[in-house]
């Protein structure tokens, strides 16, 4: 069992910058394929990023190219999730979720263990 627990959402304006967290605990962390998922209110869970085990390759969705940055730090066992420019449609909860998978998934159902998520505000 992997542990996560995500951190680091709020209320913020749009333009602004936010840096999520994801913090995992029981099993080894670096063995794992983490990936960011985002929800908004009335609207299925959607893929946003995903970084391989050893943080040498990431994957984007095409709505946060340019905008987002994901990054992780094994010896910490933390995901983490770099947004920047932020938009009222970036407003969601945003989750982390761990997958056995060699190659970064976009499937929910790739993906093991998930956190409860965080909750990202964007006003106009």
């Known amino acids: 069992q992997v542990q996560l627990v995500e951190s680091g959402g709020g209320l913020v304006q749009a333009g602004d910058s936010l840096r999520l967290s994801c913090v995992a605990s029981g099993r080894t962390f670096s063995p794992y394929t983490m990936g960011w998922f985002r929800q908004a209110p009335g609207k299925e869970r959607e893929f946003v990023s995903g970084?391989?085990?050893?943080?040498?390759?990431?994957y984007y969705a095409d709505s946060v190219k340019g905008r987002f940055t994901c990054s992780r730090d094994n010896a910490k066992n933390t995901l983490y999730l770099q947004i920047h420019s932020l938009k009222p449609e970036d407003t969601a909860v945003y989750y982390c979720?761990?997958?056995?998978?060699?190659?970064?998934?976009?499937?929910?159902?790739?993906?093991?263990?998930w956190g409860q998520g965080t909750q990202v505000t964007v006003s106009s």
């Open positions: 970084i391989n085990w050893r943080g040498s390759s990431t």
């Open positions: 979720a761990a997958s056995r998978a060699l190659v970064i998934p976009t499937t929910l159902d790739s993906y093991n263990y």
